[in-house]
């Protein structure tokens, strides 16, 4: 995990924030998945500013991907 840090007062926060998501304590809430070609629809729902979690877009691995 890399955090970008510009405020040198934050680095604190910043160490604690990945210790606590190295250590697992720190849970992201997906609110709905989207394949990657409903990308568009995923964009639009984040949009309209009613969301409570993550959107995620996700993408199929046929056999033979690299």
């Known amino acids: 995990m890399v955090d970008v840090v510009l405020d040198p007062r934050a680095k604190r926060v910043q160490r604690h924030r990945g210790a606590l998501a190295d250590a697992g304590e720190v849970a992201v809430e997906v609110e709905r998945t989207f394949p990657l070609e409903q990308a568009g629809a995923a964009h639009a729902r984040g949009?309209?500013?009613?969301?409570?979690?993550?959107?995620?877009?996700?993408?199929?691995?046929?056999?033979?991907?690299?």
């Open 47 to 66: 949009e309209a500013g009613r969301t409570r979690g993550k959107l995620v877009l996700t993408t199929e691995v046929g056999p033979g991907a690299n």
